[in-house]
C-alpha cells in the first residue's frame, strides 16, 4: 500500500524517468536492462560502497546463466566451482553430484559487479543514498530520501530486498522467526581440500545452514536458526559451539579456523514464502517480490530472473500487475517445495526422515535441487531480446 498523506518532503523534487531503488542483484540487473535498452535510469543503494550480506553466496546455474547475459563470468571475479552437495548432522553424512555445475562468490564482490556493469550500460548509480519512503502528492508518486531530497520518478522499481521503505506496506507474510547468520573464515590447507567443489549443508536443531568456499580460498559459514534456540542458548558464540558440538563433520571443517570478524553479519525478520500479489504499480523485484527459504531454494537466480522478466515487460508495454501474476505462476510451485522442505528441515521427524531416505536414495537431494529452482521453461534468453523490447 502507498501511503496518501505525504512525509515532510524538505527540498526540491527531482524528477527522473526509471528509479530503482536497491542496488543488490535484483536492482542492478534490473537497471542494466532498462539502460542496456537505452531508457534513463537511476539507481539509488543505501552503502557507500561493496559491502558483505547474510547470504549462503551459492550461484546455481540460472544465475550464472543470467551474469553470464550480463556481460559477468564469475568465474574472473574468483567464483569456485561447486559440483557436489552434503548433507550432515551428528555424525551422519550423504553426499552426492549436483545436477548442474554452480559457483559461489561472495555478495561483496558479485553485488559490485553487478553495480559497475549497470553502470557501463549507462544508469546512473548513486551510493550512499537511500530511500526513506514513497509517497503520494498531487497524483505523482515521490521517494523522499535520507538527505532531505525527494525524487519522483514515472516507473518505480523497488529492489530493497527484506527491507521495506515508510509508506509503502507489503503485505506482512507468515513470521518464520528465524535469524540468519553468516561469517567468512580462513581455513587451514587441508580443511580447504575437504571442501573443494563442495556445498556441505549441515542440520541442526532448530535450523540449519551450508558452507562452502569462496574466492580466494575463504570459507563462507551461512545458516538460519530459530529465535527460540539463540534465545535459550544465550546468543551467536553459544549457538555456534552448539552447533560444532553436534556436528563432527562440521567440527573438522572448522577446528581451528579463524573468524575474518569477530561477529557475524546478522539479518531478521527473514519473510520466507513472501510472494508479491497487488504491487498498486509499483515493479517489485528480487526479495521484494518473492523470498524463497535459503539452501532450499534459489533466492539470488529468483532475483536475477524477476529483474529481467520485470524489466522486459515494461520495456513490451505491459504493466506491473501483468508482471507480478507472471512471475507468481513461475515460481510459487518452488516456493511452496522449498517452504516445505525448509519447514521440516528444522524438526527432529525432518532430520531423521532425511537420514532414513537420502543413505539409500541420494537421488532425491538431486531431485529437490532440481525443483526448487526456476524452470527452464521460464528462463529468458539473451539481452537482445530484452533491449528490442521484445516479449
Ligand atoms: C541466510 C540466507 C542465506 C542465503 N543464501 C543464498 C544462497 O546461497 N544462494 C542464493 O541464491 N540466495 C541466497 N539467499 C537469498 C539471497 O540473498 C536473496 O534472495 C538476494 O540477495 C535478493 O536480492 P535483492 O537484490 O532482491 O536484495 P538484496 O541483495 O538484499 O539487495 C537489496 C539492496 O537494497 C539496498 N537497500 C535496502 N534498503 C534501501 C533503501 N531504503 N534505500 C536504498 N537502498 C536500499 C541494500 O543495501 C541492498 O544492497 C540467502 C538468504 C539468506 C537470508
Redesign the pocket.
Known amino acids: 500500500m502507498i501511503a496518501a498523506s505525504p512525509a515532510r518532503i524538505r527540498a526540491p523534487n527531482q524528477l527522473v524517468d526509471h528509479l530503482v531503488?536497491?542496488?543488490?542483484?535484483?536492482?542492478a540487473m534490473a537497471a542494466l536492462r532498462l539502460a542496456a535498452a537505452g531508457r534513463n535510469v537511476v539507481l539509488?543503494?543505501?552503502?557507500n560502497g561493496p559491502h558483505d550480506?547474510?547470504?549462503?553466496?551459492?550461484?546455481?546455474a540460472e544465475?550464472v546463466a543470467y551474469l553470464h547475459q550480463a556481460g559477468i563470468a564469475p568465474r574472473q571475479l574468483g567464483a569456485v566451482l561447486i559440483r557436489t552437495v552434503s548433507i550432515s548432522a551428528g555424525d551422519k553424512l550423504v553426499e552426492t553430484a549436483l545436477p548442474f555445475p554452480a559457483f559461489s562468490l561472495s555478495r561483496r564482490v558479485l553485488?559490485a559487479a553487478l553495480l559497475r556493469r549497470a553502470e557501463e550500460n549507462g544508469c546512473q548509480v548513486l551510493r550512499g543514498?537511500?530511500?526513506e519512503a514513497i509517497v503520494s502528492r498531487d497524483g505523482e508518486r515521490l521517494v523522499t530520501l535520507g538527505d532531505g531530497r525527494s525524487l519522483s520518478a514515472s516507473t518505480l522499481f523497488l529492489?530493497?530486498?527484506?527491507?521495506d521503505?515508510r509508506g509503502y506496506l507489503r503485505p506482512p507474510a507468515k513470521p518464520t522467526g528465524f535469524v540468519?547468520f553468516?561469517l567468512h573464515w580462513r581455513l587451514a590447507p587441508a580443511q580447504v581440500l575437504a571442501l573443494s567443489e563442495r556445498m556441505s549443508l549441515y542440520l541442526f536443531p532448530g535450523g540449519y545452514g551450508g558452507i562452502s568456499l569462496v574466492e580466494n580460498g575463504i570459507a563462507n559459514l551461512?545458516l538460519?536458526a530459530r529465535r527460540s534456540i539463540l534465545r535459550e542458548l544465550g546468543g551467536w558464540p553459544q549457538l555456534l559451539a552448539f552447533i560444532l558440538r553436534g556436528n563432527c563433520h562440521l567440527r573438522t571443517l572448522l577446528d581451528g579456523a579463524t573468524a575474518l570478524t569477530p561477529r557475524p553479519l546478522a539479518?531478521s525478520p527473514?519473510p520466507y514464502g513472501y510472494l508479491a500479489e497487488n504491487m498498486h504499480g509499483l515493479w517489485c523485484?528480487?526479495?521484494?517480490a518473492a523470498v524463497i527459504p535459503?539452501?532450499t531454494g534459489?533466492?539470488?537466480?529468483?532475483?536475477l530472473h524477476s529483474a529481467t522478466l520485470a524489466a522486459r515487460m515494461f520495456l513490451a508495454g505491459k504493466s506491473a500487475a501483468d508482471y507480478t501474476a507472471a512471475l507468481r505462476a513461475q515460481v510459487s510451485r518452488q516456493m511452496t517445495l522449498a517452504t516445505w522442505l525448509s519447514r521440516a528441515a528444522v524438526t527432529r521427524a525432518g532430520r531423521a526422515a532425511a537420514f532414513a531416505v537420502l543413505p539409500l536414495a541420494p537421488g532425491v537431494l538431486r531431485w529437490i535441487a532440481a525443483s526448487t529452482r526456476i524452470p527452464s521453461s521460464s528462463l529468458i534468453a539473451g539481452m537482445g531480446a530484452a533491449a528490442n523490447g521484445e516479449l
Open positions: 531503488i536497491g542496488g543488490g542483484p535484483a536492482g539509488i543503494e543505501r552503502e550480506k547474510v547470504c549462503g553466496e551459492f550461484l546455481s544465475a553485488d543514498v537511500a530511500a529492489a530493497t530486498g527484506k527491507h521503505l540468519g553468516k551461512c538460519i539479518i527473514i523485484i528480487g526479495d521484494q535459503s539452501f534459489d533466492g539470488m537466480s529468483i532475483a
